[in-house]
């Protein structure tokens, strides 16, 4: 299986700054397409996760501009510009180009 | 808005069978997309069961393939998840959701169910 390696696993953040989640996978999930197969999803407390970025670097629909995502390969990032109290919750990576699809462990960003 | 409802037994008892499904509503199954069974045990990060295309191609986790069988009823609109001989580590909230391509991009989640496994 691919493994994902996210960094940090807790995340503190003060409300208006910037923050930066990494995400390792132990084998490229760059396909022939161009794509890289590289998804972040958020999890609120209590909800189901919801998606942020897919293929890497694509923002999912209705999702705020202060959300990026970046990386290729092996290595990616996910950035927000300018943390707000409602990004409270859990970030998972997710590679599904090599089956089983596979989740990093998650990082948990909180308000200071 | 395409829309994904689980279903099933909230407690099962152990070395018995977890049997969900999941209704998709707003949109047909029967669409080049692979629906996949997630789950999540409390305070623990996700896990991928496996994967079915309507035409019935699935894919499954090597480590629950043994026990994992996934279905589709396309006349239902509706994918099922079957794992046998549960041990209180099945015990989790269980997700179905729609890959948008391949095996990745989970584009819509449903709410989630939680199965207890307990006698």
């Known amino acids: 299986d691919v493994v994902m390696t996210q960094f940090p696993l807790s995340l503190p953040v003060t409300p208006g700054e910037p923050a930066s989640i990494s995400c390792r996978s132990s084998q490229s999930v760059l396909h022939t397409n161009g794509y890289n197969y590289l998804d972040w999803y958020l999890q609120k407390p209590g909800q189901s996760p919801q998606l942020l970025i897919y293929l890497g670097s694509n923002r999912a629909s209705g999702v705020p501009d202060r959300f990026s995502g970046g990386g290729s390969g092996t290595e990616f990032t996910l950035k927000i510009s300018r943390v707000e109290a409602e990004d409270v919750g859990v970030y998972y990576c997710m590679q599904g180009l090599h089956s089983p699809t596979t989740f990093g462990q998650g990082t948990r960003l909180e308000i200071e | 808005q395409l829309q994904l409802q689980e279903s099933g037994p909230g407690l099962v008892k152990p070395s018995e069978t977890l049997s969900l499904t999941c209704t998709v509503s707003g949109g047909s199954i029967s669409t080049d997309n692979y629906w996949g069974w997630i789950r999540q045990p409390a305070g623990k990060g996700l896990e991928w069961i496996g994967g079915i295309h309507y035409t019935g191609t699935t894919y499954y986790n090597p480590s629950l393939r043994s026990r994992v069988t996934i279905s589709v009823d396309t006349s239902k609109n509706q994918f099922s998840l079957k794992l046998t001989s549960v041990t209180a580590a099945d015990t989790a909230v269980y997700y179905c959701?729609?890959?948008?391509?391949?095996?990745?991009?989970?584009?819509?989640w449903g709410q989630g169910t939680q199965v207890t496994v307990s006698s």
């Open positions: 959701g729609k890959h948008e391509m391949w095996l990745v991009s989970l584009h819509f």
